[in-house]
C-alpha cells in the first residue's frame, strides 16, 4: 500500500511538471525579460530607460538571453 501510494504520487507530480513545462513554453513573455537592444552598437536598454524609448531607428526589443547572445553591452544610465 505504501509504495503504490509513492508511485501515484510520484506520477501526479511528474505530469503536473510535464503540464508546466508545456505551457510555460507557450506563455508570453513579460516585460520583465525584454529589453531594448541597439543592433549598431549592441547597448541594452531596460524598457523604462528614455535612451531605450527615443531609440527608434536602430533599436528592436527582444528577450534579455538573446540580448546576451548577442553581446550586449549595459546601458550606463538604467544598467540595461
Known amino acids: 500500500m505504501c509504495c503504490t501510494i509513492a508511485v501515484l504520487t510520484t506520477r501526479a507530480y511528474l505530469r503536473r511538471a510535464v503540464l508546466i513545462v508545456m505551457f510555460g513554453l507557450t506563455l508570453p513573455l513579460q516585460a ?24 527608434t531607428r536602430s533599436c528592436i526589443r527582444i528577450p534579455r538571453s538573446e540580448a546576451y547572445q548577442r553581446g550586449e553591452i549595459p546601458c550606463k544610465v538604467c544598467g540595461g
Open 32 to 55: 520583465a525579460d525584454q529589453v531594448y537592444f541597439n543592433v549598431t552598437n549592441h547597448k541594452v536598454h531596460k524598457l523604462s530607460c528614455h535612451w531605450g524609448q527615443v531609440c
